[in-house]
């Protein structure tokens, strides 16, 4: 009798445990989609934490201080020898196509940008995403006018010169392709334009390498930056230098020698041969 109650008990204990496991299995079972979903939650929040972060500090990896004080002051900016800019998440600042004024020497003083005809109210967009860090106006007949600067995470940061009107703020994190002005005619103007500007670390490069205003597109996916003075394939080149002045005893391998163009280069670049006979002052380009 007791032998028969034993085995009874053990019974019992195995059927109870067999459906602890049972449910145990289907707790398991009922946890699985809720621990896909905290982590979805928790991917969700991490993408949200980092958007947020590169809205505070665009390009904070590049740039060592945040300051809404001046246009191009760049304290203890250590360049890099080179450094690829991401071009693809672009959009046009202006529908405008029409080039008036082109990248380089103008008028006895070096023209860092280039002017687009735009009218007095036309739409103006930011370039990329980033973040608002000037809004200024220069006064009549100086500089850029009204204008704004945008930093931006690609390193890039965007001039935008000669505004009616700015419709943001400091501070203010704008889309690519978000309206931040209206076109105009202030500050050194001679005629409603879009002064636009590209530069790395404070050092300007020429906007028709990246943009082609003319077919409303990037000319890349990318830009490669150069440090001037860094080697490349044994010759000193200079990145930040794209056009070239000549001067008094200057000659196309003279040139190059200082550039690290070559000579067949610069004759395609300019049009010109290795017969054409250089001018005193006549500006080439160089990249």
Not at 67 to 94: G, Q
Not at 148 to 153: A, E, L, T
Not at 168 to 187: C, F, K, P, R
Not at 249 to 268: A, E, F, M, N
């Amino acid at each position: 009798m007791m032998i028969r109650n034993f085995f009874r008990i053990i019974a019992v204990v195995a059927l109870t445990l067999g459906s602890l496991n049972v449910s145990g299995q289907d707790l398991l079972a009922r946890q699985a989609p809720i621990d896909r979903k905290l982590k979805a939650v928790d991917s969700v929040a991490l993408i949200r934490q980092l958007k947020a972060e590169k809205s505070e500090y665009p390009a904070y990896g590049l740039y060592p201080e945040w300051s809404n004080a001046y246009a191009h002051s760049y304290k203890n900016v250590t360049l890099p020898d080179s450094f690829r800019i991401d071009l693809s998440e672009f959009c046009m600042p202006t529908t405008q196509t029409k080039i008036t004024s082109k990248f380089g020497p103008r008028r006895r003083r070096m023209h860092y940008g280039i002017d687009v005809k735009v009218y007095v109210g036309d739409t103006i967009r930011s370039a990329f995403a980033g973040k608002v860090r000037v809004v200024k106006n220069q006064g009549r007949r100086k500089g850029y006018g009204k204008y704004i600067i945008i930093r931006h995470d690609n390193g890039l940061e965007t001039v935008y010169g000669h505004l009616s009107k700015q419709l943001v703020h400091e501070d203010q994190y704008v889309e690519a392709g978000e309206v931040i002005g209206l076109g105009g005619n202030t500050g050194r103007s001679t005629g409603s334009h879009l002064h636009f500007e590209t530069r790395f670390l404070g050092q300007a490069i020429n906007p028709a390498f990246m943009f082609d205003f003319e077919k409303q597109d990037i000319v890349a996916d990318s830009y490669l930056y150069v440090k001037k003075g860094v080697r490349r394939n044994g010759t000193a080149v200079a990145s930040s230098v794209d056009y070239y002045k000549v001067r008094r005893g200057d000659s196309l391998s003279k040139i190059s020698k200082r550039t690290g163009v070559s000579v067949k280069q610069l004759c395609k670049l300019n049009g010109i041969t290795t017969r054409t006979t250089l001018r005193i002052g006549q500006v080439l380009r160089c990249s």
